[in-house]
C-alpha cells in the first residue's frame, strides 16, 4: 500500500539555523499538509498545499517558514530560523480516497 | 472555528473489557469526523471515518464509532480490547470541504492491564 514517506527522521539543529523537512506524499495525490505536534500536545494544523500554492495556513505558520514542490515528487517544510519553541514532531499529510494520510514524522530538535 | 473536545486524557481498561473513548466536536455545519490511532513515537494511523451515511461506522482493529448529531459526539468503541491497542488515540474534525485541515483533540492515553 502506498505511504507518505518524510525525511529525516530525526533531526538536530542550533537555534538560529534552518532546517529543511522532506515528505514524499502518496503519488497520485493532490493536497499536502503540514502539521507539527510539541511533545505531549495535541496535533496542530501549520499549513494546506494544492495546486503549487499554499490553500490555508494557521497562524503557527508565520514568515519563517515556507513550504515548497521542487518537483513532482517532494513536498518541503522550511524554517529559515529556528527557535527552541520549534522543537516538535513534523508530520506531512496528503489527501486521497477521503481521507489525510500521514507521514511518520520528523523529530526536530532545536538546541 | 472547528473544535474537538476529549474530555479524558488518561483510560485504563483491563484486556478483554470494553472499551469507548469520548470525543465532542464543535463545527457549524456537517462535520467530516476522524479517529487516529497514535504508537509511541509512530506516525498517525487512521481507525475510521465518518463523513455521512449510516451513523455507526467499522474500522481497523475491530473499533467502531457512532456518530450523534444531537449531542455533536463520535464516541470510539471497541467491545474487547488487547494489551496491543495501548496507544494514544486522536479525534479529529474536518469540514469546508472533504480536503480540508483536521482539528485535533488534545488525545486519549489507554493503557491496558492484563
Known amino acids: 500500500e502506498p505511504e507518505v514517506t518524510q525525511t529525516p527522521s530525526h533531526q538536530v539543529t542550533q537555534m538560529g539555523q534552518e532546517v529543511i523537512l522532506r515528505c514524499v506524499p502518496i503519488?497520485?495525490?493532490?493536497?499536502f499538509y503540514w502539521y507539527r505536534q510539541i511533545l505531549g500536545q495535541k496535533v496542530e494544523f501549520l499549513v494546506s498545499f494544492y495546486n503549487n500554492e499554499i490553500s490555508e495556513k494557521s497562524e503557527i505558520f508565520d514568515d519563517q517558514f515556507s513550504v515548497e514542490r521542487p518537483d513532482g515528487s517532494n513536498f518541503t517544510l522550511k524554517i529559515r530560523s529556528t527557535k527552541l519553541e520549534d522543537s516538535a514532531m513534523y508530520f506531512c499529510?496528503?489527501?486521497?480516497?477521503?481521507?489525510?494520510?500521514f507521514g511518520p514524522g520528523t523529530r526536530l530538535l532545536v538546541l | 472555528a472547528q473544535s474537538v473536545t476529549q474530555p479524558d486524557i488518561h483510560i485504563t481498561v483491563s484486556e478483554g473489557a470494553s472499551l469507548e473513548l469520548r470525543c465532542n466536536y464543535s463545527y457549524g455545519a456537517t462535520p467530516y469526523l476522524f479517529w487516529y490511532v497514535q504508537s509511541p513515537g509512530q506516525g498517525l494511523q487512521l481507525l475510521l471515518k465518518y463523513f455521512s451515511g449510516d451513523t455507526l461506522v467499522q474500522g481497523i482493529k475491530g473499533f467502531e464509532a457512532e456518530f450523534k448529531r444531537s449531542q455533536s459526539s463520535f464516541n470510539l468503541r471497541k467491545p474487547s480490547v488487547h494489551w496491543s491497542d495501548a496507544a494514544e488515540y486522536f479525534c479529529?474534525?474536518?469540514?469546508?470541504?472533504?480536503?480540508?485541515?483536521?482539528?485535533f483533540g488534545t488525545g486519549t492515553r489507554l493503557q491496558v492491564t492484563l
Open positions: 503519488s497520485n495525490h493532490l493536497y
Open positions: 479529529a474534525v474536518g469540514g469546508g470541504g472533504t480536503a480540508s485541515k483536521l482539528t
Open positions: 499529510a496528503s489527501w486521497g480516497k477521503e481521507t489525510q494520510y
